[in-house]
């Protein structure tokens, strides 16, 4: 329902948004036309076109086709200012930021949109063995292992006849797990086929390890079962109701049922899980010493903040928690933290402070979906599709509407031409123009002299 119209100062507003994903950008632009001054804090200097992250990864795009510099981005927005810096305190009740730089920002509308990063459930010590996917930087350590993997076989296979058996674990089967497998197999399939005069990159085994029953649980039962199908044709393990019970370097314990597996593996990469950015927490807490009493801003397990109808913590009509970091309900579901709600989520906090500056009540927010989509390899996807109209989409079709609802979302028109010219030519040459490695040249756990593994049970 619709929320009592908000008083507004007298003078300008002051609108500070943190963090510069699809939610704080969607807001940013939101206010592009409204009478406010807008400063944007950010940690890093770029937006990050995160669902395709996992192609940076697997060397088929390079970080600047998916990364644009946020400056660049609102130089259009005159009301627009971007701090590269990174917050550190938050005080609701002198209105107010700190950031690591020792600055302090004020505001009058604060929207806290800084996203998740990953979890591992409580065992941190596994995040250097096994990275996760949610940065350009996580990207370029991803492609430095998988690339670094097959040079040290071939290297081994100089030195000693012989190399560790090139077996990629990939734990979580949600969307980012799904889409990681599925690369992995088409770079040993058909990419580096013919790179490599001393091992044959096409006898790798990519695992996929599940804990649920199903790989894309929370699509509908049909498509979980085309991704499944089409990760095997692929050469994917899929391996479901398995848990990863324990991993170190080199190797991957896993139980399925009562059975435990240990796997060796030259690279493990986690998609298992999320949890929400440390900003919750410090919403949460208050003040030292608080001047006021401050208001209880409520964390869920994942450390989500829950906001009600206005996508406002409880007593704080004037901070809004868009995108990931919210705990939004809706028809008694939780919306899901993905770029979509996201958007939405951002757009609808600029419409809030338009009506606020009208004078006007704000309408609650509503989350229209559209569907979700995910994509599986090389001319292969799966997409529920809601609007514009109704239908459960695999392979080609899939795939093509995968690429066409990228490209448009896509900022900036060189990063769009730039993306579909790679698509193009990496579909008709199989060729790879982002294959770099970078960095240190180990890997956790990399063996003198390989020894075989047993197969998963």
Same mark, same amino acid.
């Not at 990864?57 to 990364?67: G, T």
């Not at 030195?159 to 560790?164: I, W």
């Not at 009562?258 to 950015?277: C, F, H, M, P």
């Not at 309408?363 to 459960?392: L, Q, S």
């Given at each position: 329902?619709?929320?009592? #119209?908000?008083?507004?100062?007298? #003078? ?23 009478? &406010?001054?807008?400063? =944007? ?45 990174? $917050? ?83 734990? !979580? ?6 889409? =990681?497998?599925?690369?992995? #197999? ?34 509908? #039962?049909? +498509? ?6 089409? =990760? ?11 848990? $990863? ?11 399925? !049922? ?48 829950? &906001? ?7 007593? +704080? ?141």
């Amino acid at each position: 329902m619709a929320q009592p #119209a908000q008083s507004v100062p007298t #003078a300008r507003p002051r609108v500070l948004i943190i963090g510069g994903g699809f939610a704080g950008l969607n807001a940013a632009r939101g206010v592009a036309h409204l009478p &406010v001054d807008l400063t =944007l804090v950010d940690r890093r200097n770029h937006h990050t076109f995160q669902p395709l992250l996992y192609q940076v990864a697997l060397a088929v795009l390079s970080p600047a086709d998916i990364a644009q510099p946020i400056r660049s981005i609102l130089r259009n927005q005159p009301n627009a200012s971007v701090l590269m810096d990174e $917050v550190t305190g938050i005080d609701t009740s002198a209105r107010a930021v700190s950031c690591a730089s020792g600055a302090t920002l004020a505001y009058d509308y604060l929207i806290i949109a800084t996203g998740a990063t990953h979890s591992y459930f409580g065992r941190d010590d596994w995040a250097p063995l096994a990275p996760g996917l949610k940065s350009v930087e996580d990207a370029t350590e991803i492609r430095r292992r998988v690339l670094l993997a097959f040079e040290l076989a071939e290297r081994q296979m100089v030195e000693h006849g012989s190399h560790p058996p090139l077996n990629f674990v990939v734990i !979580g089967g949600g969307p980012t797990g799904v889409e =990681l497998a599925g690369a992995i #197999a088409d770079i040993t399939r058909l990419y580096m086929r013919r790179d490599f005069r001393q091992i044959d990159p096409s006898k790798s085994r990519v695992l996929l390890l599940e804990g649920s029953p199903r790989v894309l649980a929370a699509y509908p #039962a049909d +498509l979980s079962a085309k991704a499944e199908a089409s =990760l095997t044709h692929l050469g994917v393990e899929v391996h479901t109701g398995t848990r $990863v019970t324990n991993l170190g370097p080199g190797w991957v314990e896993a139980k399925h !049922g009562d059975t435990t597996t240990r796997i060796e593996a030259v690279v493990t990469l986690w998609a298992a899980g999320v949890q929400a950015s440390p900003l919750g927490k410090l919403l949460a807490a208050p003040p030292s010493p608080p001047a006021t009493p401050a208001a209880a801003v409520q964390l869920d397990k994942r450390g989500c903040v829950l &906001v009600d109808d206005h996508l406002n913590p409880p007593g +704080l009509p004037n901070v809004f928690v868009v995108g990931d970091l919210a705990h939004f309900e809706q028809d008694g579901h939780q919306v899901p933290g993905v770029a979509q709600p996201a958007m939405q989520m951002g757009t609808y906090a600029a419409h809030a402070i338009a009506a606020d500056l009208k004078g006007k009540p704000r309408p609650a927010f509503r989350y229209f979906d559209k569907g979700d989509m995910a994509t599986i390899g090389r001319m292969d996807a799966v997409a529920n599709v809601v609007w514009p109209f109704k239908a459960h989409l695999g392979g080609f079709p899939a795939w093509i509407t995968w690429i066409a609802v990228h490209i448009f979302f896509l900022i900036g028109f060189r990063n769009r031409f730039a993306v579909l010219l790679t698509w193009v030519w990496t579909y008709f040459t199989f060729s790879r123009g982002a294959r770099l490695i970078t960095g240190d040249q180990s890997l956790p756990g990399w063996p003198e002299k390989p020894q075989p593994s047993p197969p998963l049970t």
